[in-house]
């Protein structure tokens, strides 16, 4: 029975690494399949990371090891941030304007079911383990989900909402400031062409023929 309890630490970080990205694979398909394209997929996905990430980041802090259950409560932890990230930057691609006004617009949307109805819900259902007295439930489970909660209203309510907001703003800089130099190129084009120096031309040597005559006169 000890073999068995012990012989997962010779492939836990293995497993634990595999698994958590095959769990952030399967959530950037879906939202692919459902944005139709790239980039706020990946969005999410790197957000839902990032929540991992810090929970990783609080184990050792919280002397959680990294076993059977802290791998499980990992994948968890992908799957449950996507509740925090993911409307989000759906309501954001649906918005339309300017960075701010997307993101204020999306967080109009999500902000009372976000708070209320996944955090508050999260965080009452997890005070009622700070009850037990076993010391796994306080650890493994209140502390982690604790972490997965605070992490995840963090990246999706205020990280992602400033990054996105950022991302479409320097956008529309380049692509205005893109088109502003097609523009100029074109005029330039037209400026060089033989039509418009025939034209340039002709005004000049008339221009010229006005001035000679009235200085005649």
Do not use: W
């Amino acid at each position: 029975m000890t073999y068995v309890y012990f012989d997962q630490y010779l492939t836990v970080v293995r497993d634990t690494y595999t698994l958590v990205g095959l769990a952030l694979v399967a959530i950037f398909v879906i939202h692919a399949i459902y944005f139709g394209s790239i980039f706020y997929p990946l969005v999410v996905a790197l957000a839902c990371a990032n929540v991992v990430i810090h929970v990783m980041g609080l184990m050792k802090p919280n002397d959680i090891m990294l076993n059977g259950l802290s791998m499980v409560n990992l994948i968890i932890a992908a799957g449950v941030s996507v509740e925090f990230c993911g409307h989000f930057v759906r309501m954001f691609a649906k918005a339309s304007g300017t960075g701010d006004q997307r993101a204020k617009e999306a967080l109009r949307k999500v902000l009372a079911s976000v708070v209320f109805g996944i955090t508050i819900t999260k965080v009452v259902g997890l005070s009622m383990l700070t009850l037990a007295d076993s010391r796994i439930f306080q650890k493994y489970y209140f502390r982690m989900y604790m972490a997965i909660v605070i992490s995840g209203i963090l990246n999706g309510l205020v990280l992602l909402p400033v990054l996105l907001s950022v991302c479409v703003d320097v956008k529309g800089f380049f692509l205005h400031r893109r088109r502003g130099d097609k523009e100029a190129d074109q005029v330039l084009e037209a400026a060089a062409s033989p039509a418009f120096q025939g034209v340039v031309t002709t005004k000049a040597g008339r221009h010229s023929e006005s001035t000679g005559l009235s200085n005649s006169e």
